[in-house]
């Protein structure tokens, strides 16, 4: 099956720097990558999602890019504010054959000091 | 605003017992995910349903869980007998038939004494 593998496991960042998260992947038939976000005690949240026939999608402070040759994908958030801190997960699908299922990555624990 | 709903938001039990844990995926969609979640372990898929039909159950302990769809508004996932190492977030999430987005209900935290 799928294999996600997400870095660094944790990341600190003062208010204002730019953050980015890697995620490996490697099933070549994936075609779908969502991040999602959890607020301490919180439900995770899905906050972008790109599909394999994009390079980058952009969203305010958030971009996600696709490099499908690699086989990576990796979140960047720019102007970063302290409620940006929270554990952030990707995750790669192929809707096709496994019917929606997600595979995740470990996490990323992201502080964003003031 | 459409959210996954679950029951309850906490539960503390003893060591033997039952536990169930309900799920009322938002309305129209028809794939139901039951999820895992600790420190050591991350995010692990422990079932899945399309159209009420389990798909995929691998990752769930037959010996003691159990988890069913017995409408199309309601998704059960069982543990019997529990045990302290099932203590966790036990988060479902629901899909709808046209998209991959996967939506999260706000979890039930399960400690087992």
């Known amino acids: 099956g799928e294999n996600v593998e997400q870095h660094p496991s944790t990341l600190s960042v003062q208010e204002g720097d730019s953050a980015v998260i890697k995620c490996t992947y490697s099933d070549s038939a994936s075609n779908y990558f969502p991040w ?11 906050i972008i999602d790109i599909r394999s026939n994009v390079g980058e999608k952009k969203d305010q402070r958030i ?6 040759t690699a086989k ?7 102007e970063t504010q302290p409620e940006d801190s929270a554990v952030y997960f990707c995750a790669a699908s192929d809707r096709g054959s496994t019917l929606g299922r997600l595979y995740f990555g470990r996490g990323t624990q992201l502080t964003v000091w003031p | ?13 003893e060591m033997g017992q039952e536990v169930t844990m309900r799920c009322q995926p938002i309305l129209g969609h028809n794939t139901v995910f039951w999820y895992r979640q600790t420190m050591k372990q991350g995010l692990e898929l422990l079932a899945y349903f399309r159209n009420r039909a389990p798909l995929d159950d691998s990752g769930m302990p037959k010996d003691r869980f159990s988890a069913e769809m017995p409408d199309a508004t ?8 529990s ?3 099932d203590s966790a ?3 479902c999430a629901s899909g709808s038939p046209s998209g991959v987005e996967q939506f999260f209900g706000p979890g039930t935290r399960l400690t087992v004494l």
């Open chain 2, 83 to 85: 045990e302290p190492r």
């Open chain 1, 63 to 68: 971009a996600v890019t696709l490099n499908k």
């Open chain 2, 89 to 91: 977030v036990y988060f």
């Open chain 1, 72 to 78: 990576h994908f990796s979140l960047h958030i720019t």
């Open chain 2, 1 to 13: 605003d459409a959210r996954v709903t679950q029951t309850p938001r906490d539960k503390v039990t």
């Open chain 2, 74 to 81: 309601l998704a059960t996932l069982k543990i019997q007998p």
């Open chain 1, 36 to 46: 999602y976000k959890q607020e301490l005690g919180k439900r995770p949240q899905l």
